[in-house]
């Protein structure tokens, strides 16, 4: 109980100091069944143009923390970036009585719903979304939701469905257990290090984030590590990393808001990016359609 308490007044310190960095906002939010929680965000920069509206990846990343270079050097270009905090995680992780957000309170449309509010609180008529991986999705949900309110939208390893990681589990089969012209050297380590029981065939979150990270250079390094005996607290910690990463979101409440649902198509200008690495290109220019 002492334990237990005393992890208790840690944390609380800890979000205070987060809260003390430059830019960081709260407006309060209700939960589903009653409570609110704090939402945290960030807006920093001049306040000036069109602001741009920030969804980052996970879900389950922060974006407090982890994003502060990059508002450093958005300040430094000009941009006026607002950034929300998830609910869920960090500094919106908990309800106002100090208990966690439950899985229940997380779902598409709550978020995009957090993500409105806060452009109400900060007084914004119109923003640019800037939308990455999981954020890309939410993105998407948004400009659906609200087209009023986006100016534009950019779009960075677009997300196209609630089927897309499914289509990327199954990308990263093809690319390092059946192998390629590039990969087959690796699929044949996979192979091997899945018979021997050193990795586990249900854990290969490590390969992808290696892979997107480094391309096969570096996933070469890591399965040779293995197959020496070397490497695998670090193997493990990488899929902690993607087990962590998922503050599930609960995709039940998510249909009517899909951008593949009948119904409204994005209609505010939009442009898609996607790196050379990632498991599966995007392909979600064909959902926009641009004003004339």
């Known amino acids: 109980m002492a334990t237990s308490i005393q992890a208790g007044i840690a944390r609380n310190k800890w979000y205070a100091q987060l809260a003390r960095i430059p830019g960081v906002h709260f407006v309060e939010r209700p939960l589903r069944g009653g409570g609110s929680f704090q939402l945290s965000y960030t807006r920093t920069g001049p306040k000036c143009g069109l602001p741009v509206l920030v969804f980052v990846g996970g879900p389950g990343l922060a ?44 779902t598409i449309t709550d978020v995009i719903d957090d993500a409105a509010a806060i452009r109400a609180a900060e007084g914004l008529d119109q923003v640019v979304v800037y939308g990455t991986s999981y954020g890309s999705y ?18 960075d390893s677009a997300m196209t469905g609630t089927g897309f990681e499914e289509a990327s ?29 050193v990795v586990d065939p ?21 399965l040779s590590l293995l197959e020496v005996g070397r490497g695998k607290r670090l193997w493990g910690r990488i899929n ?14 998510c249909a009517k808001h ?13 442009t898609t990016t996607s790196a050379p690495r990632d498991l599966l290109q ?10 004339s």
Do not use: C
Request: no cysteine; proline share 5%; charged share 20%.
């Open 63 to 106: 974006s407090v923390v982890p994003y502060q270079g990059l508002r450093t050097k958005g300040t430094r270009l000009g941009l006026d970036l607002v950034m929300m905090e998830h609910r869920g995680v960090g500094l919106s992780r908990t309800d106002t009585t100090g208990a966690d957000i439950t899985h229940a309170h997380i």
């Open 138 to 155: 939410l993105a998407q949900g948004f400009g659906v939701k609200n087209p009023e309110l986006v100016a534009g939208m950019i779009l």
């Open 169 to 197: 589990i199954r990308e990263l089969y093809s690319l390092f257990w059946d192998g390629t012209a590039v990969t087959r050297t690796h699929a044949d380590a996979v192979r091997r290090l899945v018979e021997k029981g």
């Open 202 to 222: 249900q854990e290969m979150f490590a390969l992808q984030f290696l892979y997107e990270l480094g391309g096969p250079r570096m996933v070469h390094r890591m």
């Open 240 to 253: 902690r990393l993607g087990s962590r990463e998922v503050t599930k979101v609960n995709r039940s409440h």
């Open 258 to 270: 899909s951008p593949h649902s009948p119904g409204p198509r994005l209609s505010s200008p939009a």
């Open 282 to 291: 995007s392909r979600s220019l064909r959902l926009f359609r641009t004003p």
